[in-house]
T-cell receptor, first 116, second 113 residues
Framework: AQSVTQLDSHVSVSEGTPVLLRCNYSSSYSPSLFWYVQHPNKGLQLLLKYTSAATLVKGINGFEAEFKKSETSFHLTKPSAHMSDAAEYFCVVTLISNFGNEKLTFGTGTRLTIIP | NAGVTQTPKFQVLKTGQSMTLQCAQDMNHEYMSWYRQDPGMGLRLIHYSVGAGITDQGEVPNGYNVSRSTTEDFPLRLLSAAPSQTSVYFC????????????FGPGTRLTVL
């Protein structure tokens, strides 16, 4: 079965320290992978995406993620957390739809809290 | 460009009532979709469309109806509202494939009493 798993429902880090949000996927083919961010009471915004080009993907606001096929992982990192990074983060993977195109499946989300 | 717009922003319904959540985009995107967001469950796909006249079910389609008569609009209809449909609903759009960046609307918060 194709799926996506976010390993931590809640992560807390101190301002200025590194951030690691973990995501594993299961797919029978090489999917596209995304990270989206949702700030409180807002819609979702794309942080970055992997679509079979470079395995290290750089996104907005200093975030990056590395696609590791052997580990079926796509973890999100940032070297130094900022207060404005407090939000919910979703790992997203594409699955094949009935029409043969790809549709998105969301992980359950990781809430990131930044400690001053 | 207004992007993806959703109306209303908030709605309270009684069990058994019907209503339509509106979604429109002005980016000429072919792919549009509806999600519901519930605590601890991420976003779950309700219905999606790959172009005018073409729709398909997502992960949780029961109790919802969609149609796509134009490229711009993708309304979501609740046929007979139930408390289990209390949720935040997001509409999204993108160019032909979902591997393209999805643009999300601001959401509709629906409460069914």
């Amino acid at each position: 079965a194709q799926s996506v798993t976010q390993l931590d429902s809640h992560v807390s880090v101190s301002e200025g320290t590194p951030v690691l949000l973990r995501c594993n996927y299961s797919s029978s083919y090489s999917p596209s992978l995304f990270w989206y961010v949702q700030h409180p009471n807002k819609g979702l915004q794309l942080l970055l995406k992997y679509t079979s080009a470079a395995t290290l993907v750089k996104g907005i606001n200093g975030f990056e993620a590395e696609f590791k096929k052997s580990e079926t992982s796509f973890h999100l990192t940032k070297p130094s957390a900022h207060m404005s990074d407090a939000a919910e983060y979703f790992c997203v993977v594409t699955l094949i739809s009935n029409f043969g195109n790809e549709k998105l499946t969301f992980g359950t989300g990781t809430r990131l809290t930044i400690i001053p | 460009n207004a992007g993806v717009t959703q109306t209303p922003k908030f709605q309270v319904l009684k069990t058994g009532q019907s209503m339509t959540l509106q979604c429109a985009q002005d980016m000429n995107h072919e792919y549009m979709s509806w999600y519901r967001q519930d605590p601890g469950m991420g976003l779950r796909l309700i219905h999606y469309s790959v172009g005018a006249g073409i729709t398909d079910q997502g992960e949780v389609p029961n109790g919802y109806n969609v149609s796509r008569s134009t490229t711009e609009d993708f309304p979501l209809r609740l046929l007979s509202a139930a408390p289990s449909q209390t949720s935040v609903y997001f509409c999204a759009s993108s160019y032909p494939g979902s591997t393209d960046t999805q643009y999300f609307g601001p959401g509709t918060r629906l409460t069914v009493l």
